[in-house]
Nanobody
Framework: QVQLVESGGGLVQSGGSLKLSCTTHRNIPSMYIMGWYRQVPGKQRELVAR???????HYADSVNGRSTISIDFAKSTLYLDLHQLKPEDTADYYCNAHDSALSRDYWGQGTQVIVSS
């Protein structure tokens, strides 16, 4: 069972920055596609950013240019740096680990981000 624990959410003013963390275990970040998703009530969960084991990254258009996904392999921790935050970034953010071999997804419990205008 893959465990993912997010942290770093909170209340931030528009234009501010936030760093989300997702701690897992063992070699998960080097084996699985790691990603951040977000969801607001009444809407589908959407991809924010993901990183493949070979280091390739992909960002949603909505955050491209103002976010960075990264991994500290020594700490088995995935990060998401968000800058120039906007009220529309307000959502619950979820860490995801995708096992391509088994086509299986693992999710963290989520961390809430609220951006005030």
């Amino acid at each position: 069972q893959v465990q993912l624990v997010e942290s770093g959410g909170g209340l931030v003013q528009s234009g501010g920055s936030l760093k989300l963390s997702c701690t897992t275990h063992r070699n998960i970040p080097s084996m699985y596609i790691m990603g951040w998703y977000r969801q607001v009530p009444g809407k589908q969960r959407e991809l924010v950013a993901r990183r493949t084991p070979d280091g390739s990254t992909h960002y949603a258009d909505s955050v491209n240019g103002r976010s960075t996904i990264s991994i500290d392999f020594a700490k088995s921790t995935l990060y998401l740096d968000l800058h120039q935050l906007k009220p529309e970034d307000t959502a619950d953010y979820y860490c995801n680990a995708h096992d391509s071999a088994l086509s299986r997804d693992y999710w963290g419990q989520g961390t809430q981000v609220i951006v005030s205008s």
